[in-house]
């Protein structure tokens, strides 16, 4: 999608700029979760290259995203709205 390091940092600059134009709205409680994905947080993780939406058609065991995983942490299930994985292996979550 990004070809350089110029394309990516003209994008990131766009999205803080959108978000700055209309910080008030976005901080309101009726301003959902899956908005704010939609918005902000899955075009931000497009920048920095991860495939959030399975573009590259991976079996489901080698997604580098998957969505709301679920895990077991101190013996309860949790899902963290965001599973990034390389080669098929969690490497970080964003809740």
Do not use: H
């Amino acid at each position: 999608m990004f070809q350089s390091k110029e394309e990516r940092l003209s994008a990131l600059t766009k999205l803080i700029e959108k978000f700055s134009q209309n910080e008030e709205e976005y901080k309101k409680s009726n301003y959902k979760e899956a908005k704010l994905r939609t918005d902000f947080l899955n075009p931000f993780f497009k920048i920095l290259d991860w495939d959030i939406e399975n573009a590259e058609g991976k079996s489901e065991k080698y997604r580098d995203v998957i969505i709301e995983d679920r895990i077991e942490i101190s013996g309860s299930r949790r899902a963290p709205d965001f599973c990034f994985r390389i080669g098929g292996q969690p490497k970080f979550y964003v809740e």
